[in-house]
């Protein structure tokens, strides 16, 4: 039995010689100001606790001062591992794990109660980042755009955009929803549209995505009885010039600052 069991244990020795924190942080790149915990498995006088330079760099015992910016957690583990065992450790059983993040940030600017600069601490969501930063104001509208670096062409940048209200119904595509170092992300203020005349509560509206002139009213507490419901009319902005549209279809789409107007009846 003694003999299986030293069986096995060798075999997982071979298996895992190196290996890094558990879960979503083994894809974590690492970089200046991270704070790494590294154990070497069986040699705990190796047990190390650095910053990442501004250089990149860690300083580990045995094997000195090693560039590893730009790797990822479980890269990092393999590059130590590579290096103790080049004369110093026979088939060394490296973990990393990330103590403290600081390298990577997001900026989110716009309709939120706490626009700024903010630190991502491992994978995190467009939600959470959006609540870290106070959540959205009363104004915030409901497409967000993400500004992101396109690595592979020098100088230009990726435009993603997400409907907040699809990704509460998750209905968002999953890809666009984890924020990453260098994102900047914008929340516009709703556009807002404007109901008069015979409704029952004629005010100013938020400005929802596909929104016709038939929601618009119904948002607007419905006709009254003296509508003149076939004679609705769209008073639009269109560059400097105020257009009328008159006689609107109630499928109608309206834009921000439309003035939706229900004349009185007189038959």
């Not at 109660?113 to 609540?131: A, D, N, Q, R």
């Not at 959205?136 to 690595?151: C, F, Q, S, Y």
């Amino acid at each position: 039995m003694r003999l299986w069991l030293g069986i096995i244990v060798l075999v997982l020795a071979l298996s895992f010689s190196c290996w890094a924190a558990p879960g979503d942080n083994l894809d974590y790149l690492v970089g200046e100001g991270d704070v790494l915990k590294i154990l070497v498995y069986d040699n705990p006088d190796l047990e190390t606790t650095t910053r990442i330079s501004g250089k990149g760099t860690i300083s580990f015992p045995l094997i000195g001062e090693t560039r590893i910016e730009g790797h990822n957690v479980s890269e990092v583990g393999q590059i130590i591992s590579r290096k103790l065992a080049k004369g110093f450790i026979i088939n060394p059983q490296v973990s990393v794990f990330v103590q403290e993040f600081r390298s990577q940030k997001t900026v989110i600017m716009g309709e939120v109660k706490l626009p700024g600069l903010y630190e991502l601490s491992g994978p995190t969501s467009l939600m959470e980042v959006i609540s870290t930063a106070g959540g959205l104001t009363v104004d915030a509208g409901d497409l967000v755009t993400i500004k992101r670096k396109n690595p592979s062409q020098l100088d230009s940048d990726k435009i993603i955009s997400v409907n907040l209200k699809n990704l509460l119904e998750k209905k968002e595509n999953v890809s666009n929803l984890i924020i990453v170092d260098g994102d900047s992300v914008f929340v516009p203020r709703a556009g807002v549209f404007y109901v008069t005349g015979q409704v029952n509560k004629p005010a100013a509206y938020k400005l929802e995505q596909g929104t016709s002139v038939i929601k618009a009213i119904t948002m607007a507490g419905g006709f009254t009885e003296l509508a003149a419901q076939r004679k609705v009319k769209i008073i639009r902005k269109v560059e400097t010039e105020e257009v009328v549209l008159k006689k609107v279809p109630l499928h109608t789409q309206i834009i921000a600052d439309d003035v939706i107007v229900v004349p009185e009846s007189f038959f």
